[in-house]
């Protein structure tokens, strides 16, 4: 038995050094491949349940049988090479005692055990120790790392409707990082469909509820935060270990083909402005007008009160005078004869008395 | 026994080599995400739900390995009509979970054909369900607890075939390309032209209050101030009146014109009758 022994730690030997994946790559696999499982760590159980102290004699006697063809590290024969090899496996072991006890976890990460497949416990950050590979395996978990999902795209159109049977053209993205890692690994099959999923359907809930003006308007912000909780709501209904950090909305249009229609309510906003610009404009002119004319009229009114009959006469005068030195002029002495003047021809004569003018 | 392994090295090696895999297809470990059913000869004999380790005989006992994680099962595009006539297309989802790992081996046998089986059946009961409301409520059936229908009464149908559903949700609910698309667009566009003009209204109704308000305001203006004396302002506006007849504003020039005085009139009355 104590030469099975021995084998037991050849063999060990053995796959250490050829079948890596098996010995002590265990804990760092893929956590995708949790098949692979069963099979890699039945190996390995067997060879740590052997102690590594093994009989020294029986396997020196043994390598010595064997001869070369038996030997892992390159077929040397003789005493001296049995020797080393036996350190060589006993350091392998422990190599790899070592390597799959101690984990080192990064500040971002967490590892979660499962001892004999069975969830046991999650290693927080720093040096966790476990049981060898066999026994326990470590699956490390970026759980600080803030991953983005990306749903329809600002290039091609995805519909949605809202509440008013309106259509609006939606992008937006969710970013969400693990909060527990072994639900995160062990209650959800497909998590980041899952999450794709349920952020589209929490999107079209809360954009089915709200207006189309309240969707492409202010109110995203609630959305957003709206869609966010009802994600969170869900995904922890489904055990999911994952944290909504947070959703955006990239995008929240008009369909493309009433998107001029849109535009054109913009356009009217504008023009709506414009016309409540020109007519303040014009309001402004004319109170100024106004109040202009007006304090005219009194200061020219207070003199004219100290000296009314005197100040009339001299505006009256003062005005006739300006006009009529600069217009024609035609006094007729007998009253009643103005309809029969040959009014074309006064005005021939003023057109005449022009041109010479212009002439000069 | 030493002798025999000394005899025969590569033989005992092989044997410990067969020992060591009899051993680990004896004790297979069950990890957090699978469940198990072992069958000897197409017959069940124990079933796994836990994980940890297992035993069965080499060779003998099969391990059938059943996911016990959440599954999902995605419904294709349906049309869906609603009690008032109207058409949507509705894509589901549906969560659900492998609970009875026995029923689901005998019914199914994998998972694939789980799903292959639950899918029309998600699609008939979506259908089904929302075909009972009207239009609007189709748009956010979560309110009314309609899905709520829908998860039970796939969830019953689930049950024969050993997996629970845990939600169905609608992922998207649209109106079919074409006509209803069109028509739609067509409203939206319409109500956007609506609003245009009732903006361009509203902004023209209150240009004119403005304008109005400032008119208001002028006369009030002038009226204070030439109110005082309204025979002075008659002839003080005639005067400015006169200058910018015959004289224009200083802008443009007035039309020629031609005065025809009487003797009599007041601005001539120095000539006739000097003194008076």
Redo the contacts between chains.
């Keep these: 038995m104590s030469i099975f022994s021995g084998l037991g730690a050849r063999a060990r030997g053995l796959f250490n050094d050829t079948k890596g994946p098996w010995g002590p790559k265990g804990p760092d696999e893929e956590p995708t491949e949790p098949s692979r499982g069963p099979w890699g760590e039945g190996k390995g159980r067997k060879g740590a349940s052997q102690p590594p102290s093994s009989t020294v004699a029986s396997l020196d006697d043994f390598i010595r049988k064997s001869r070369a063809r038996w030997s892992p590290g390159g077929g040397l024969p003789g005493r001296p090479n049995a020797s080393m090899l036996l350190w060589g496996v006993i350091g392998l072991v422990a190599l790899w005692l070592l390597f799959t006890s101690f984990h080192i976890i990064a500040p971002e990460e967490r590892g979660v055990v499962t001892r004999f497949g069975r969830y046991v416990s999650t290693l927080d950050p720093g040096i966790g120790f476990t049981f060898p590979s066999p026994i326990d395996r470590v699956q490390k978990l970026d759980v600080e790392n803030i991953r983005t999902v990306d749903l329809g795209s600002q290039t091609s159109e995805d519909l949605m409707l809202t509440g008013d049977q309106n259509i609006i053209d939606i992008a937006y993205s969710v970013r969400w990082n693990v909060r527990d890692p072994e639900q995160y690994l062990f209650e959800i099959a497909r998590p980041d469909e899952t999450i794709r999923q349920v952020a589209e359907s929490a999107m079209r809930a809360v954009v089915s509820g709200v207006s189309l003006d309240d969707a492409i308007g202010d109110r995203r912000s609630e959305i957003e935060t709206e869609v966010a909780q009802r994600m969170q709501r869900i995904l922890d209904s489904y055990r999911a270990g994952v944290r909504i950090q947070g959703v955006a909305i990239k995008e929240a249009d008009p369909p493309q083909s009433v998107n001029d229609a849109f535009k054109d309510v913009s356009a009217a906003q504008q023009d709506a402005q414009r016309y409540i610009n020109a007519a303040n404009a014009y309001a402004q002119q004319l109170r100024q007008k106004a109040q202009g004319e007006a304090a005219a009229f009194d200061r020219i009114y207070e003199q004219y009160r100290l000296a009314p009959e005197v100040t009339r006469r001299r505006m009256y005068y003062e005005t006739m005078e300006e006009i009529l030195s600069k217009v024609d002029k035609t006094i007729v002495e007998t009253p009643g004869v103005t309809p029969y003047l040959p009014l074309p021809e006064v005005r021939k004569r003023a057109q005449q008395s022009q041109q010479q003018g212009s002439g000069q | 026994?030493?002798d025999i392994?000394?005899r025969h090295?590569i033989m005992?090696?092989a044997a410990?080599?067969a020992l060591?895999i009899l051993?680990?297809?004896s004790?297979?470990?069950?990890?957090?995400?699978?469940q198990a059913v072992v069958v000897r000869f197409g017959n069940v004999e124990r079933i796994y739900q836990?994980?940890?380790?297992a035993w069965r005989i080499p060779f003998v006992e099969n391990f059938v390995?059943i996911?016990?994680?959440?599954?999902?099962v995605?419904m294709d595009r349906q049309p869906v009509l609603s009690t008032d006539q109207r058409r949507l297309e509705v894509d589901a989802?549906a969560?659900y979970r492998i609970v009875d790992p026995l029923r689901m081996y005998i019914t199914t046998r994998s998972e694939d054909r789980l799903r292959d089986a639950l899918r029309p059946i998600l699609g008939s009961a979506v259908r089904n369900e929302l075909g009972q409301v009207p239009?609007?409520a189709l748009?956010?059936p979560?309110?009314r607890g309609v899905m709520e229908n829908v998860r039970n009464g796939l969830n019953r149908v689930a049950r024969q075939y050993g997996a629970e559903i845990?939600?169905v949700?609608?992922?998207?609910?649209?109106?079919p390309d074409g006509t209803p698309?069109q028509s739609?667009?067509e409203?939206?566009?319409?109500?956007?032209?609506q609003?245009?003009?009732s903006?361009?209204a509203?902004?023209?109704k209150?240009?004119?209050?403005?304008?109005a308000?400032?008119?208001a305001?002028?006369?009030r203006?002038?009226a204070?101030?030439?109110g005082?004396?309204p025979g002075?302002?008659d002839?003080?506006r005639a005067?400015q009146s006169?200058?910018t007849t015959?004289?224009g504003d200083g802008t443009d020039k007035p039309a020629?014109?031609?005065?025809?005085?009487?003797?009599?009139n007041d601005?001539?009355k120095a000539f006739t009758a000097p003194g008076q």
């Design positions: 026994m030493t392994v000394r090295p005992a090696g410990v080599l060591l051993l680990i297809a004790f297979p470990v069950i990890p957090e995400t699978k836990r994980a940890g380790l390995w996911d016990k994680r959440m599954l999902d995605d989802f969560r239009f609007a748009l956010s979560e309110r845990i939600d949700r609608i992922k998207k609910a649209e109106l698309l739609a667009f409203r939206m566009r319409t109500a956007r032209e609003e245009a003009r903006i361009r509203e902004g023209a209150q240009a004119q209050i403005i304008r308000d400032a008119d305001e002028a006369a203006t002038y204070a101030s030439f005082k004396d002075f302002y002839f003080y005067m006169y200058r015959f004289l020629d014109s031609t005065i025809i005085l009487s003797p009599q601005y001539l």
